[in-house]
């Protein structure tokens, strides 16, 4: 199967194979080639160029693209995106002046969502999953990282993780599983978290390890919840398992927990809205990506993750939705760049370039998807004719797609 996009306006993020991630000034470069074609053969890029160079091949489709532009599609490296159920009522309340803390401490937060997902089936959890999933897909993301984290029991982690496996063998776009059975003290083990940790490194972990069951496995560093010990605990278990450490810090205090991440070789280290200059300074010539959830910043009324400062600094960033239901209801990549661009400061070359190569990595993907590059997964974003790309961040709340493609063949 072959498929010809000609006339393309202008074919963004085009780089050799090869390129792991950009970071600092490197950011601000998003190489793209105009008036541009792009062959596509059995799902993967086979060539692109400009349309002087055109091939004369045989092909089975061709889609004229005058007008528009092809990027690839968003890789979203951080998301909750199997959860049962929705907490607007928690919305309310939050609107009525309770903070975080107080929502959690009256029974609500995770545990709320924990407990609506033990109680709903494996097949139910599923089905509303797959809700999301062909929404965010919609929206122009063709590669995402879901974690577990909502169950809190055996039973519940597993029942999450299943449904990420079920998801993996029915959809095209490459999935990635993270174990986050650290994401809070369940209230059987209240006053035994040592006790909860224990299980999850000695049954639960070795167990999803054996049946593949996650790629990563991530904890909740903070104040009140994990501390820097409790992080460095599941990160060097993960470790002796093959589970790559991927770790929520610094979204309402910093402890430590990026020095933590970086020794330890955590492949990333996500929400950073309270970053100090040790944190910026720790993170240089790591091979740790810092990843920015601008949508959990504007649904909180929190701070946004100082990328600006960061990548002045000379750091790499990505971009994710952390799409939960919890603090951040909406899984739009799109969004996520344009608050980059507004409330972060980034350019459109920057935005772009964390919502695509670097979240690809964030993922263990960049040989994979993240760029336009020979032989990576054909997973694109046709853009509704624009006169520049800068039209993307700047029309926020909007998308300016016209088509997503996974693996060449179109969704949308
Ligand atoms: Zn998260």
Redesign the pocket.
Known sequence: MRTLFKNIKELLQVREAGLDFVAGEAMNDLPTIQDAYLLVEDGLIKDFGTMTDCPKVEVDEVVDATGKMILPTWCDS?T?LVYAGNRESEFVDKIKGLSYHEIAAKGGGILNSAKKLQETSEDDLYEQTKIRLDEIIALGTGAVEIKSGYGLTEASELKMLRVIKRLKENYKLPIKATFLGAHAVPTEYKDDKAGYLNMLVEKLMPKIAEESLAEFVDIFCEEGYFSVEDTEFIMEAGKKLGLISKI?VNQFTSIGGVQAGVKHEALSV?HLEEMKDEDIEALKGSKTMPVALPGCSFFLSIPYTPGRKMIDAGLPLALAT?Y?PGSSPSGNMNFAVSAACIKMKLTPEEAINAATINGAYAMGLQDTVGSIAVGKEANLILTKPINSYNFIPYSFGENQIESVYIKGHSII
Request: glycine share 0%.
């Open positions: 951080h909750h929520h996500d952390d939960n």
